[in-house]
């Protein structure tokens, strides 16, 4: 597809349910990001990857959290035993190379929101 | 955490009227970007003005960047109903990573 696409598109999990949420970047894209929104915020990063490597995960809320990007295209975000602070909606953004260089500006997915009942 | 404040938090005008939004951030910087929201929808990039940049233009938007003040501006002329949405500023860093720190945001509503 031309854009960057996320599913599921809403997700509803129990208290204490594993969830996987996958990204499907822009094909090429080198580097891939994902944010967390809560309602009313702006995203927060979480962690980010240029091809299969995680070189930043800092934003990780917990070692609950867990990305992986093993053939440097689709990701999945992972959520073990979710908890209801963990609801919010999920980003996944792409961005590619121009020249050579990478280009500044990321593409978003649609985000699948997460609620946890 | 986030870097970025932004103000208004919202703002409510008459199409045809402008419409200024503010960002302040607290770090160094590689670059400013700026994305509209859609209720319910993905962030679209706007536009991007880099650290050496003070002024930037695309269309009906005016991007402005005072690095000594950390501050930017985002202004939208003659906005439309269409303009509709949320505002959000982000930063990149001077590592140049691509992470971006992203402010609040600023929900402006044009009226018809």
């Known amino acids: 597809g031309a854009g960057v696409s996320q599913s599921p598109r809403y997700k509803v999990a129990k208290r204490g349910q594993d969830v996987a949420l996958r990204c499907d970047p822009i094909s090429g894209h080198v580097s891939l990001f994902w944010y967390q929104q809560a309602l009313g915020q702006g995203p927060e990063f979480l962690t980010y990857?240029?091809?299969?490597?995680?070189?930043?995960k800092s934003g990780l809320p917990s070692d609950r959290f867990f990305a992986e990007r093993p053939e440097g295209s689709v990701s999945t975000l992972k959520i073990q035993r979710t908890q209801q602070e963990d609801s919010a909606v999920y980003l996944c953004?792409?961005?590619?190379?121009?020249?050579?260089?990478?280009?500044?500006?990321?593409?978003f997915g649609p985000g699948t929101r997460l609620t946890v009942l | 955490s986030q870097q970025g404040e932004e103000d208004p938090q919202a703002l409510s005008i008459q199409e045809g009227e402008n419409a200024t939004m503010n960002c302040s951030y607290k770090?160094?910087?590689?670059?400013l970007q700026w994305y509209r929201q859609n209720s319910g929808r993905g962030l679209v990039h706007l536009i991007l003005i880099r650290s050496n940049e003070r002024e930037k233009h695309s269309g009906r938007l005016r991007v402005t960047l005072d690095t000594s003040k950390k501050s930017s501006s985002l202004l939208i002329t003659a906005s439309r109903a269409a303009d509709t949405a949320s505002y959000f500023c982000a930063t990149e860093g001077a590592s140049n990573t691509g992470k971006l720190i992203f402010g609040q945001g600023t929900t402006l509503q044009v009226k018809p």
């Open positions: 953004a792409s961005r590619g190379e121009r020249g050579g260089f990478l280009n500044n500006e990321q593409f």
């Open positions: 990857f240029q091809n299969e490597a995680q070189l930043d």
């Open positions: 770090t160094s910087i590689n670059n």
